[in-house]
């Protein structure tokens, strides 16, 4: 004799397994790196002016630096850098 309630509570434990598989992918975009290992944000601006950028803030966002700037030709900016190797990691544009 079969239950309904066994056929609901199975597809309900499916997708629950399906949104944890998701979520380890979503965290990639994060940095993970121990706080001993940070750079001063200091570093940061001082790197990004030289290439041009106005900075506007820097902030810790998700265990990466996330910056708000502007370029030389007066775009807005936002990125996220890695704090200890201050490369990019993510970044879109204002207006998004």
Same mark, same amino acid.
């Given at each position: 004799?079969?239950?309904?309630?066994?056929?609901?509570?199975?597809?309900?434990?499916?997708?629950?397994?399906?949104?944890?598989?998701?979520?380890?992918?979503?965290?990639?975009?994060?940095?993970?790196?121990?706080?001993?290992?940070? /750079?001063?944000?200091?570093?940061?601006? &001082?790197?990004?002016?030289?290439?041009?950028?106005? %900075?506007? $803030?820097?902030?810790? *966002? !998700?265990?990466?630096?996330?910056?708000?700037?502007?370029?030389? /030709?007066?775009?807005?900016?936002?990125? &996220?850098?890695?704090?200890?190797?201050?490369?990019? %990691?993510? $970044?879109?544009?204002? *207006? !998004?």
């Amino acid at each position: 004799m079969r239950r309904p309630g066994f056929a609901i509570w199975l597809a309900a434990a499916g997708f629950a397994a399906a949104g944890l598989a998701a979520t380890p992918a979503a965290a990639d975009r994060d940095c993970n790196v121990p706080l001993a290992e940070w /750079q001063p944000r200091e570093a940061l601006q &001082k790197k990004l002016e030289g290439e041009g950028w106005t %900075v506007l $803030s820097i902030r810790s *966002d !998700d265990g990466c630096y996330k910056v708000r700037a502007t370029n030389a /030709q007066g775009a807005r900016l936002k990125a &996220k850098f890695d704090p200890a190797r201050l490369e990019r %990691v993510h $970044s879109r544009d204002d *207006d !998004d």
